[in-house]
């Protein structure tokens, strides 16, 4: 397996532009996560799936954020419109259904508002 | 709510041990390891999944103390290659999604 797959790895965009950020899981991966990487505050979880359910999207910034999972292969992350403070690294996980098997991380989305 | 790790930083001289501390204000099931090296995804280190279980990886161990609501990294004889940011994500069981901390970021120089 090739592994958790993110794209793009790095978008600038303009402040006020949509952005949507890509995610293919594991195949046969039950769970899916997204966080947000930021030195201010670590990594912080947005929202997670379990069968292509969403569980919880407390972590949800603002109704700026959005996220969806249409089948088991993909999920995707969108942000309209942009501001600079979304900046960050966004990291796709998934792994197993069960809370005591490892998750895996695809290599993230570095995105840029300017 | 993130659990909190001590210490933030740390910078080690090749072949020091150290140490890196991970409570948590909620009940623990398990607790999650993973480092992560600059400009690189999280990697999977270890899960201790009982009260008291101690696990190794390469010269890296960890304890968890689930009464107190705490877990230990022990790196022995640092390398090198053992620079990067650890997290801890305390698991709560079933389909719960792991919430790490800010993490510890370890620096080992020659």
């Known amino acids: 397996d090739a592994g958790v797959i993110q794209s793009p790895r790095h978008e600038v965009t303009e402040m006020g532009q949509e952005v949507t950020l890509r995610c293919k899981p594991i195949?046969?991966?039950?769970?899916l996560f997204w966080y947000r990487q930021t030195m201010m505050r670590g990594l912080e979880l947005l929202i997670y799936?379990?069968?292509?359910?969403?569980?919880?999207d407390s972590g949800m910034p603002e109704d700026r954020f959005s996220a969806k999972m249409p089948n088991a292969s993909f999920s995707t992350l969108k942000i309209q419109p942009s501001e600079p403070r979304d900046s960050a690294v966004y990291f796709c996980?998934?792994?197993?259904?069960?809370?005591?098997?490892?998750?895996?991380f695809g290599q993230g989305t570095r995105l840029t508002v300017v | 709510q993130q659990p909190v790790q001590s210490p933030q930083a740390v910078i080690l001289r090749e072949g020091e041990d150290a140490v890196i501390n991970c409570s948590s204000s909620k009940a623990l099931y398990s607790v999650h390891w993973y480092r992560q090296k600059h400009g690189e995804a999280p990697v999977f280190l270890m899960i201790l999944l009982k009260g008291g279980e101690q696990k190794g990886h390469e010269k890296i161990s960890a304890s968890f103390n689930e009464k107190k609501q705490q877990s230990s990294l022990y790196l022995t004889a640092s390398q090198l290659s053992y620079s990067g940011t650890y997290f801890c994500g305390p698991g709560r069981g079933g389909n719960t999604p792991l919430v790490f901390g800010k993490g510890t970021r370890l620096s080992v120089i020659a």
């Open positions: 195949s046969g991966h039950n769970s």
């Open positions: 799936f379990n069968n292509n359910v969403p569980i919880d």
């Open positions: 996980a998934s792994r197993p259904t069960g809370g005591g098997t490892e998750a895996f």
